[in-house]
């Protein structure tokens, strides 16, 4: 229903959008996501920073040479959004595990009941979902926002409210902290669709297949999308609640089956998980350094989680970093070198000024001490 209202619009404003625009809307994602990230400040900016540094390996698009590839050939194509992901989430959180005793290890290994949602679950997550959607909606929109920001943002939310009496802590239990992230989820994933169609930036590595596809076909992703091929953007959001529709059938009947992967013993589970992630990128590139990358980076992710580092501001960094750098050439090869064009056209000084009062309001001494207790697990 978002993506119906509110891409049409859109697509007249896209028209105004010049390389300035994009890259000072791609600084306020990133601002965004420091603020949104939980624990330190220094620490989110610090990833984003990291983000936007992996980002610059590879080939240099308007020169052609190669940066950071240290004579490595398989880094000047970038390194892999997918090894990284699965290293630092994946792999990380194998390492963490197996660092804990034996005992703690479990996930889940009694007798399972009680799998069908309450009257009073429905009544404690309903305000979750619908804070969730409004989220997800939001940041969906924002280049580079997409799912994965929404998900940590929305649970970051639900923690920052207050617990009612009863309920169950964060970490132990609350199903407002399922509700909402998953919540977000889908509604990140599904207007993360609205940059791609009226500007035609593919916000996340999801987008960037659909532009591939799109291309392949003989469309060109961005404002004429809905004009020239309406019935390929009709049929898209068709294809959304067809999904949705499918994604009920499949997953409620099959809820215990689901739960019951969570008694597997660990020392079982966990060779598994690995297994699939190397299959997995190695599928993409039928790269064996891939491989070797993901494993780079689980340590490096172990490293992260033993110093209260989120990793999502880097995932972000990564993803923006080079969209940010190219639009940013651009926009100064066509002023001649005047860096004054971010801010002499109003649209450009406007996202630049609203990231500018998000980085002072959140830096104000009251709201820093308040963000502090939120993002304080329960």
Known sequence: VILAAFAPPLT???????????????????IGAVVLASGSLLKAVCMIILGLLLGLVGTDVNSGV??????????????????????IFGYGEIISNLAKPEEDRQAFTAKLNGVWPTRDDFRRMTPAVLRGTAL????????????????????TLEKKLRLKSGEIPFGKGNI????????????????????LLTL????????ALMVGAMTI??????????????????????????????????????????????????????PAIVLFCAVGVYSTNNNTFDIWMVA??????????????????????????????????RALLL???????????????????????????????????RREEAFVEA
């Open 136 to 155: 997800g909606c939001s940041l969906g929109i924002l280049p580079g926002g997409g799912s994965l920001l929404s998900s940590f943002a929305s649970y």
């Open 217 to 270: 076909h003989n469309i060109q992703p961005g404002p004429q999308v809905m004009t020239s091929n309406p019935e390929l953007f009709w049929g898209l959001i068709a294809s959304m609640w067809i999904g949705n529709l499918m994604l009920i059938i499949l997953n409620l009947p099959l809820i215990g089956m689901w739960i019951k992967l969570l008694s597997i013993p660990y020392k079982w589970l966990f």
């Open 200 to 207: 035609g930036i593919p916000g996340n590595p999801v987008m």
């Open 176 to 195: 407002r902290g399922v509700a909402g992230p998953e919540s977000a989820n889908n509604a990140g994933a599904q207007t993360s669709f609205i940059p």
């Open 296 to 329: 780079v980076f689980g340590v490096i992710g172990y490293g992260f989680i033993k110093l209260g580092c989120e990793p999502a501001p880097l995932l972000l960094g990564l993803i923006l970093g080079p969209m940010m750098e190219e639009n940013l050439r």
């Open 12 to 30: 007249e404003l896209a028209f105004k959008f010049g390389p300035a625009e994009y890259f000072s809307l791609m600084v306020l994602g990133l």
């Open 66 to 87: 190669a940066r950071y590839s240290f004579d490595i050939p398989e880094l000047t194509d970038g390194i892999s959004f997918i090894a990284i992901a699965m290293g």
């Open 335 to 369: 002023s001649r070198g005047d860096w004054g064009v971010l801010v002499t056209r109003p649209i450009s000084a406007g996202l630049l000024v609203a990231a500018v009062v998000l980085v002072v309001i959140v830096l104000m001494p009251a709201v820093r001490s």
